[in-house]
């Protein structure tokens, strides 16, 4: 599904970030990457998803079968990838529903298919939003606009819900919420998580796992995933912190 | 509707007043601020600036009119349609000139609601060039706007001049996606306590586009606020220029006015002009600017478009956004929805 191979990156001044990454997620599968601050999780969903701000030095990242690096930043999502920051945008006076309805769109013009009518659409985002248990005030909203950190993330799992890509790699989805919109946003990615699709979590705490089993945990540090194990790791880690990684 | 012989009637000037005074201040030259950004070589000099002198100078109010634009249509012996609105009247009209040089002068009465749409003119020939007096009475509340279409009318002139008494409430929005040059001048006296003068504007410009703005606001009257927020939207040659005073007056405490000018620029030779002047003669008074250029904003645009949106869709996305955020804030009226629909 999902293949990073020797994937290097730098920013603009030329320092590197990310040092050769390898990473293979399968169907079904749900990957969690952990790592200290600045160790390059945000940088690794940013290059895939192809933001500007950082070039790609060597490697690839290909989606069945597809070099992604070699397509557009919109080609990218309409394969089937989805990418949530950290920090998500706000796009003051981008109508929240508009928008999701010209990224759908937008996939489904990619892929061939016809524009979704009005009315699906409406059922479509009413069926997701109740998922999320999300209140009708998000449609009136601008993207992100005036949201608290809580509520972006869940309005950015929404548009996962209706995008329906194949593989999503969520940067920090867990940051912002409190314990009943934890519980709702990881809720809403299991019923999303399907055995054709797969999950990229970047995460610091154990408490997201707790909700959403992962497969693999990983640890990314200075650039280089450095150890990959089971979900205990994830535990260990929580418990002992990574120096004693670099001890090992 | 009615004719009226009021005080502000009679304080305009007559075709040969204004003919006397345009002789006084010659043609606008670049070294005038109120003309520092215009091409002024494009105005076609009028045929009695050019007749033989006479030797009478102006007196009265029409020495205090200092602006070419404002005294052309007069000069050029525009017919004003003079109309009444009642106290208390609900109105809404439509203005629509029909020939080279319009004046129109409006007296609203107090608590009368009024709302103005100006349409295009699209007779005239050469240049347009049109005068709005409008004389506001107590507590009335006016919204006047237009929403110009893509026009190729060589050389466009609008003035305003505005008046407010105690209370008055005046909302001026206009849209310009004009292709030629104009420019809209603005005078507006604050005169009564607590009058408020909103003002927003939109430019959506590209190829040789050159439009200008100029505005004055005078704060005559404790507590009367005002607003300005310029948008401008610019792509090829475009130039826009926003020159925009405040002027507080003595005695006028508790007077809040802000001026904000946000652009754009879509290409690498479009380009932005702004002037902003304050005049504040009293200390407890609250006076803001404030100018931004810049270009559509990068993380907006990877967000949308790592959302599978193709760039250019994002593009207008943005930009549709840019410019509908001057007009959101405005109460849901006639000016709001048209000004709304034309974007």
Known sequence: ?248 | MSTTTSEFVQSLPTAEQAIVRLRELGMPRRNNELWSFFPVAKIPTPEFMNAAQEHSTSDGAVQKETDFAALLPIANQAHPMIREIVPGAAEMAMLKCNNDFGHTVLEIGKDAKVSLEILDNKVAHDIAAERFDINVGENADVEIFFANPACDLPLRFRHFNIHQAAGANVRFSSICKDTAIGRVSVECHLKGEGANFDYRSLHILDGEASQHSRLTIYHEAPRTTSTQLARNLLSGSARVSYDGSVIVGYDCTGVNSSQLVNTILLSEEASVSVKPVLKIYHDDVECTHGNTVGELDAEQMFYLVSRGIPKKAAQEMLMRSFAQETFLPLPDSPAKKRLMSSL
């Not at chain 1, 070699?70 to 003051?92: C, K």
């Not at chain 1, 069926?127 to 309005?155: F, I, Q, T, W």
Request: glycine share 10%.
């Open chain 1, 1 to 248: 599904m999902l293949s990073i191979k020797n994937l290097k990156a730098s920013i603009e001044d030329g320092t590197q970030i990310l040092k050769g990454i390898n990473l293979e997620v399968k169907p079904g599968e749900v990957h969690a990457i952990m790592g200290p601050n600045g160790s390059g999780k945000s940088t690794l969903s940013k290059v895939i998803a192809g933001h500007p701000a950082y070039h790609v030095d060597g490697g690839s990242v290909e989606l069945d079968g597809k070099n992604l690096l070699e397509m557009e930043i919109n080609e990218r999502a309409n394969s089937g990838l989805f990418i949530s920051t950290q920090y998500p945008t706000e796009i003051p006076g981008v109508n929240n529903v508009e928008f999701l309805k010209m990224a759908l769109n937008s996939k489904r013009a990619f892929l061939g298919q016809p524009e979704m009518s009005d009315e699906d659409f409406k059922k479509l985002c009413e069926e997701k939003m109740d998922l999320l248990e999300m209140d009708a005030r998000y449609r009136e909203r601008g993207v992100n606009d005036g949201m608290s950190g809580g509520e972006k993330k869940r309005n950015e799992i929404l548009q996962m819900a209706i995008l329906d890509p194949k593989v999503s790699f969520l940067d920090e989805t867990d940051s912002g919420l409190d314990i009943d919109a934890l519980r709702i946003v990881a809720n809403g990615i299991n019923h999303i998580m399907s055995p054709e699709k797969a999950v990229i979590l970047v995460t610091h705490y154990q408490r997201l796992l707790d909700y959403i089993k992962p497969t693999y945990v990983h640890v990314l540090r200075h650039g280089k995933i450095i150890l990959s194990g089971g979900p205990e790791l994830a535990l260990k880690l929580e418990d002992q912190g990574y120096d004693w990684i670099e001890e090992a």
